[in-house]
């Protein structure tokens, strides 16, 4: 039984012969390298990453994290609004450092009210919670197609977000209620 090998490269979406000459360096500065074996009995293959895309995949990882964290967080904060009374309410918020009051618990709430639509998305969503805010004061249908994209609303702009609203960004902004449903 023969062990007929051959050898091949795949980087950047090209196949590239074994003998060219493709250093570590080569692979840090491209997209990674995938390189295959083949026998007669099996294919082994091994992918080997850029430094960048390395990087690029821990930071990701996190960032979703931190979404999902942030709309976890924001859920306890609304559902212990809900189920405390008024004093442990207040309790809860003095041991979280905050105040009823504080703009950042109104916030925490408006995320914390929609963590059903939110929590299916949370790959999608930025990791900072005032963009998670925002994003939440934007109609359903607009929130909707863009979930339907798959993309990222990690790198939406104040403007665009300000037009998703349906706010003219040079009028004076109407009160924060939010449309999402």
């Given at each position: 039984?023969?062990?007929?090998?051959?050898?091949?490269?795949?980087?950047?979406?090209?196949?590239m012969d074994?003998?060219?000459d493709?250093?570590m360096?080569?692979?840090?500065?491209?997209?990674?390298?995938?390189?295959?074996?083949?026998?007669?009995n099996?294919?082994v293959?091994t992918?080997?990453?850029?430094?960048?895309e390395?990087?690029?995949?821990e930071?990701?990882?996190f960032a979703?994290?931190?979404?999902?964290?942030?709309v976890?967080?924001?859920r306890?904060i609304?559902?212990?609004?809900?189920?405390?009374d008024?004093s442990?309410?207040?309790?809860?918020?003095?041991?979280?450092g905050?105040?009823?009051e504080?703009?950042?618990?109104?916030?925490?709430?408006?995320?914390?009210e929609?963590?059903d639509?939110?929590?299916?998305?949370?790959n999608?969503l930025?990791?900072?919670?005032t963009s998670i805010y925002?994003?939440t004061?934007?109609?359903?249908?607009?929130?909707m197609?863009m979930?339907a994209?798959?993309?990222?609303?990690?790198?939406?702009?104040g403007?665009?977000?300000?037009?998703?609203?349906?706010i003219?960004s040079?009028?004076k902004p109407?009160?924060?209620?939010?449309?999402?449903?």
């Amino acid at each position: 039984m023969s062990n007929n090998i051959q050898n091949e490269f795949v980087q950047n979406g090209t196949t590239m012969d074994h003998d060219s000459d493709v250093s570590m360096s080569d692979i840090e500065q491209g997209l990674g390298q995938i390189r295959v074996f083949e026998t007669d009995n099996e294919i082994v293959v091994t992918h080997y990453v850029s430094a960048r895309e390395r990087f690029f995949s821990e930071y990701s990882k996190f960032a979703v994290k931190t979404a999902q964290s942030t709309v976890e967080m924001c859920r306890v904060i609304y559902e212990a609004k809900e189920s405390l009374d008024k004093s442990e309410y207040a309790s809860f918020l003095k041991d979280i450092g905050r105040k009823s009051e504080d703009s950042t618990i109104r916030k925490y709430l408006a995320i914390g009210e929609r963590y059903d639509d939110l929590i299916a998305y949370a790959n999608l969503l930025p990791s900072s919670w005032t963009s998670i805010y925002e994003i939440t004061q934007i109609p359903a249908e607009s929130f909707m197609a863009m979930v339907a994209t798959g993309e990222s609303m990690a790198n939406l702009t104040g403007a665009q977000l300000k037009l998703l609203r349906g706010i003219d960004s040079s009028a004076k902004p109407s009160t924060p209620d939010s449309l999402f449903l």
